[in-house]
């Protein structure tokens, strides 16, 4: 390509001889699935002669998909999950742990049906298995893919361990709006940060390759665009533009899908009227026919029989015929496969070619992860001894605590904790509570096992020095018995750390909130142990951006530590005695008010932009009684030193934009910081946002050093879908920011041809 043209006119100009030179030369990746990932010939015979033998029903149970821990019961009467495995009637069985139990589980599959066909172990593994690390949201404020990968190995490594060969995760969705509970598991409120994220997430789960024992198969979930369900409100309604859902909620989906997952998971939300469960478009059209998509996908938790809930089939044999039309390759938990598609078939409603093509995506995973070569292979007891909560998973766990805190105030720079205090005071509901640094979704993780925010101090500072603790109030009650004793403790310390936000239960599924303030009166505790006039700093436990207006503006430190899982205790205290300087930065931004919900950085610039400068303008896009940007913005976090930004300069060379910009550390410490680079393309067919997050680098600086960043754009960089969904850039003027936030910085402007 020679320059900035659109990506039409460079498409008509590709010679055809080159294509062919590509084709013969480049990896055969079929959209993602490298060869490598593909089955052998001897493989591919198996799995025909499989299909071959098996009976309608085989077939069948090979797309039926049920938890361990209960027998089944279902529209068809109620089932014995071993009974129905032993007649080869399940394709997979999830929340099983460890290997005996799943060994167990196996050899029935494999020794004692009649042909003998491994079975998929599946966990929700999304943040961790038994050693719990941040929760993702939490993982992705560290701007570290490097370290979320790294995250991702070490799950995989300890639940592939315990037996499971198949997890749940990463979930993908993109985040806007904070009611939601659900935004704890996901990546925030940028699309592109959020694809990024999902391929460093699948790399780690799925590792040198899915034969290996210490892998999972990834998928990738909740397909798709789950984070936009109306109001917060889980489960809700999902209506997108066509344009939206190709802009900003489907990438990342398709950044997991071409790094390699070997699965997908349909949500239960409906998509602009059709359920993504029986959505033929989401499943077939986009996924398979446009995306290339390889592996299988299962529905969430009952998914299939919810349609009758959504109202597009009358019963199960309708749903069941919907979703299988669609695309939908294993029904998780309904039970309307296994109970309605022999029917169907038999009556002719569904034909045997569609069922055959789901059974050979499904038979096609378990010969990837090497079931049929060794369906023990994770079933390795030796490993479990040596993988689970090993003490380097427990230093990863410490480590990605401390670098996903983002420091959110520390006025007159209270923070770190001097080295002279000798009598810190730990008050707040979450100052001892080892459930709640695991949040939602804590797989096997133990609240025994975990270290609460008093362990970690007591625990760095020794015996020389005297730390309380006192929970003031708890996490949602009314009650203020407890702060009389809060007060005291606090008048008999020389520095305050509070911990306060929400319970684990609080955020992840079914979760959502209307309200997004500290929930109880942990705020009117804090105003109560600011009046004691005591250095306070408050630690921060949730699971999703908070409103935190009031108390922003009486405590003089915030520190968000979100759920940072079985280490988070030491983690935080090596923020909190400088150990480790901060160097968090926020991927979803923490409103002023729920009335500004949904508010995220890459908005619209409308025809009536308000003016910063003018804010008393009325006739322009705002409120009457709230500001128009977040209290604390996307890409926000503040660290123990200083950064300034300098010399910023772009310039055009074919159809790459090279972009520079020297940050330097101005302060007393050495430090880490989040070089962000934003792009805004002023004029354009369609309305495009203010600015749009296009990279980004983590530099690590010495006081007083600086370092000369570059970044390079190219046409992909700058691309966006037309309303006829084509994705291209076009030709013009952009402006190019560079800041350690997305509210600040520089910028620089370029015209393109
Ligand atoms: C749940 C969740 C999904 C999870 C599945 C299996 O309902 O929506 O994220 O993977 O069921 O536990």
């Known amino acids: 390509m020679t320059s900035f043209q659109s990506e039409k006119m460079q498409k008509t100009t590709f010679p055809l001889f080159i294509l062919l030179l590509y084709r ?32 309608l029903g085989e077939k069948i149970g090979q797309l039926s998909l049920f938890t361990q821990g209960f027998e089944m019961t279902g529209p068809a009467g109620t089932f014995n999950l071993r009974q129905l495995i032993r007649e080869g009637k399940a394709g997979g069985v999830f929340n099983a742990v460890g290997v005996d139990s799943i060994r167990a589980i196996q050899r029935i599959a494999v020794e004692e049906s009649r042909l003998k066909i491994p079975l998929l172990f599946g966990l929700d593994v999304i943040h961790g298995y038994r050693t719990i690390y941040p929760i993702p949201l939490a993982q992705a404020c560290t701007w570290d ?17 315990a037996g499971l060969n198949w997890t749940f995760a990463p979930m993908v969705d993109l985040a806007r709006d904070p009611r939601w509970g659900r935004v704890a598991e996901g990546s925030g409120e940028d699309t592109w940060l959020g694809c990024r994220i999902a391929e460093a997430r699948v790399k780690g789960f799925q590792g040198s390759g899915l034969r290996l024992a210490n892998t999972l198969m990834a998928c990738v979930k909740h397909y798709a665009a789950y984070g936009a369900a109306q109001a917060g409100r889980d489960y809700h309604t999902v209506d997108l533009s066509p344009v939206s859902l190709y802009e900003w909620y489907l990438p990342p989906y398709r950044a997991a899908v071409d790094a390699g997952a070997g699965s997908v998971m349909s949500s239960f939300n409906e998509i602009n009227g059709v359920p993504a469960t029986g959505n033929r478009w989401l499943l077939t059209d986009v996924l398979r026919k446009e995306w290339g998509f390889e592996g299988f996908v299962v529905s969430d938790w009952t998914s299939v029989n919810e349609m009758m809930n959504h109202g597009v089939a009358a019963d199960t044999a309708g749903v069941a015929r919907l979703a299988i039309s669609a695309g939908l390759d294993m029904d998780m938990m309904s039970g309307a496969y296994m109970g309605s598609l022999e029917r169907l078939v038999l009556d002719h409603a569904v034909s045997v070619p569609v069922i055959d093509s789901a059974v050979r995506r499904v038979l096609e995973a378990k010969f990837r992860l090497g079931l049929f070569d060794d369906p023990y292979r994770r079933c390795d007891p030796s490993r479990e001894k040596t993988e689970i909560l090993s003490k380097e998973k427990r230093a990863l766990a410490r480590q990605s605590a401390a670098e996903s805190c983002v420091l959110l105030k520390n006025e007159g720079n209270i923070l770190p904790v001097p080295s002279t205090v000798r009598r810190i005071a730990v008050i707040g509901p979450l100052g001892n509570s080892g459930a709640d640094m695991m949040g939602c979704w804590s797989g096997q993780g133990r609240a025994e096992e975990c270290v609460t925010l008093l362990d970690g101090i007591r625990t760095r500072t020794g015996n020389g020095t005297e730390v309380t603790f006192t929970r003031g109030c708890s996490v949602k009650g009314t009650g203020r018995s407890g702060f009389d004793s809060a007060v005291a403790a606090a008048m008999a310390a020389d520095f305050v750390v509070m911990a306060l936000g929400e319970s684990e239960d609080m955020s992840g599924e079914a979760a959502s909130r209307a309200s997004l303030g500290l929930p109880g009166l942990q705020e009117e505790l804090a105003e109560r142990i600011v009046q004691t006039g005591k250095p306070v700093v408050v630690v921060l436990f949730n699971g999703r951006p908070l409103v935190l207006t009031r108390l922003a503006s009486v405590v003089p430190a915030l520190l968000e530590a979100w759920q940072g899982g079985t280490e988070a205790g030491n983690g935080i205290a090596d923020v909190l005695f400088g150990e480790v300087n901060p160097s968090g930065k926020l991927t979803m931004c923490f409103p002023r008010s729920e009335g500004q919900v949904p508010v995220f950085y890459n908005a619209k610039p409308t025809g009536r932009p308000m003016d910063p400068a003018h804010p008393d303008e009325k006739y322009v896009s705002r409120y009457l009684d709230e500001a128009n940007d977040p209290l604390f913005p996307f890409g926000f976090g503040l660290s123990y030193t200083t950064f300034s930004y300098s010399e910023m300069t772009a310039s055009v060379t074919g159809n790459r934009i090279t972009v520079q910009v020297r940050v330097a550390n101005t302060g007393a410490r050495d430090g880490e910081e989040a070089v962000q680079l934003y792009v805004r393309d002023r004029i354009a067919t369609i309305t495009r946002p203010v600015k749009e997050l296009r990279g980004f680098q983590k530099v690590f600086l010495k006081k007083g050093e600086s370092e000369r960043i570059t970044f390079t754009l190219t046409s992909d960089d700058l691309a966006f879908y037309h309303p006829d969904l084509r994705k291209y850039c076009e030709p013009g003027e952009f402006v190019l920011f560079a800041g350690g936030s997305s509210a600040e910085g520089l910028s620089v402007e370029v015209k393109t041809e």
């Open 24 to 55: 013969l030369t480049v990896p055969v990746y079929a959209h993602g699935q490298p060869e490598s990932g593909g089955l052998s010939a001897a493989e591919k015979n198996k799995l025909e002669s499989l299909m071959h033998a098996m009976t």
């Open 145 to 161: 893919l490097p370290l979320i990968e790294q995250i991702e190995r070490a799950a995989a490594s300890e639940a592939s361990a």
